[in-house]
């Protein structure tokens, strides 16, 4: 059994999600390849897009959101909108690229990918299975002009969301948001804060994402104003810029990016992260109190509403209301225990195996075919 998992690095989600489900799937034997369906040809344009995409969702947000508003409004599962048109232009490659590999399943998590499979179905009669992995809590633009043979999606209760923008409600599988193991496994809070040498009485963990998102040195700032016997640490992503800002600032430790950021939330009393999809679940996986801060206008506007209607998050539009938000948290452990609480309800963990098992069943189910 061979899956082919296809993404775009417009933010780092959609890349840990496919990574996540790979890492379950190789240890039942199966063989993984990825490809950024945006690096085939001879020029790379994943790092431009990529790069152009953090450009925006950073300085100019407010112009992002009102690109999303906009592909919210012409996306429909009854005409094709220029972006589809744009990723159609690699089907050609990506089908060389099949051809090469001859992978049993195709699992898009992103839309991107999605669209360009789409294409090589309707244009080349492609025959594998393929299936689209959501990675936010909604349906974003576009995946509706997709044709895929399923669609994963985050939870039950957005079935009909999906459904309603037009993904054929029995191609709709609401599993979860895929993490990978080391989300799912939990080091003692004394353990994890002795691997990073943090000592403080309150620990607070500060996630900006793989673009270092947000005003952090503002928010530690908040944090230890608000709860001065404390310790920030704060993940600043490939964004060397940040990192530089809050080297030296007394009681934060900063971090680029790490291979053990699970142990590091396992440090925490509280975690302060944007609303991205994984970076949410992830938090959440680890049952460990949440606030979510300054999303990036659109999808992860929709997270934040989503995970705070469950409870399983705080909210907070501000550094200092989310500096607020953090210590009512770390010092009221009925509000602590009630927020973990909704996180063991609605967010379980093991979507990763879930999926990876359904991708083996879809395959085997078309080889016997």
Not at 247 to 254: D, K, L, Q
Not at 270 to 282: A, D, F, N
Not at 336 to 342: F, H, L, N, V
């Amino acid at each position: 059994m061979k899956c082919l998992f296809l993404s775009t690095a417009t933010g780092q989600g959609h890349n840990s999600a496919a990574a996540a489900i790979a890492e379950y799937m190789k240890t039942q034997g199966c063989k993984t390849e990825f490809l950024d369906i945006l690096n085939l040809g001879k020029r790379d344009y994943s790092r431009p897009v990529s790069k152009l995409y953090a450009n925006i969702t950073v300085h100019t947000p407010l112009f992002f959101k009102a690109l999303y508003l906009a592909g919210e409004r012409v996306s429909s599962s009854r005409r094709r909108s220029p972006i589809y048109y744009l990723n159609a232009l690699c089907a050609g490659r990506l089908l060389k690229e099949i051809q090469r590999i001859r992978p049993d399943v195709i699992a898009c998590t992103h839309i991107f990918s999605a669209q360009a499979v789409t294409c090589l179905r309707e244009k080349y009669g492609l025959k594998i299975p393929a299936a689209g992995v959501a990675t936010d809590y909604t349906c974003i633009p576009f995946w509706e002009e997709s044709r895929l043979d399923a669609y994963v999606i985050p939870a039950p209760a957005l079935t009909d969301e999906f459904a309603e923008k037009g993904i054929p409600r029995g191609k709709i599988i609401p599993i979860g948001i895929p993490v990978r193991a080391q989300f799912q496994k939990k080091l003692p809070k004394q353990e994890a804060r002795a691997e990073f040498g943090l000592t403080a009485g309150r620990i607070f963990v500060v996630m900006g994402g793989s673009m270092g998102y947000g005003d952090l040195r503002g928010l530690a700032r908040e944090l230890l104003a608000a709860v001065p016997d404390s310790q920030v640490a704060v993940l600043c992503g490939n964004n060397p810029k940040k990192l530089r800002d809050l080297t030296g600032a007394a009681n934060v430790i900063p971090f680029e990016y790490i291979d053990t950021v699970g142990d590091l939330m396992d440090s925490a009393d509280v975690i302060l992260t944007k609303p991205g999809g994984l970076s949410s679940t992830e938090a959440l996986v680890k049952r460990i109190p949440t606030v979510l801060t300054r999303p990036i206008p659109g999808c992860e506007q929709r997270n934040a509403e989503y995970l705070v209607s469950l409870g399983a998050a705080a909210y907070a539009g501000g550094n200092r209301e989310a500096a607020r938000e953090a210590r009512r948290l770390a010092c009221d452990p009925a509000a602590a225990a009630k927020m973990i609480r909704a996180q063991e309800k609605y967010i379980a963990p093991g979507a990763d195996r879930q999926i990876g098992d359904f991708l083996m069943a879809l395959g085997k189910s078309s080889a016997k075919g």
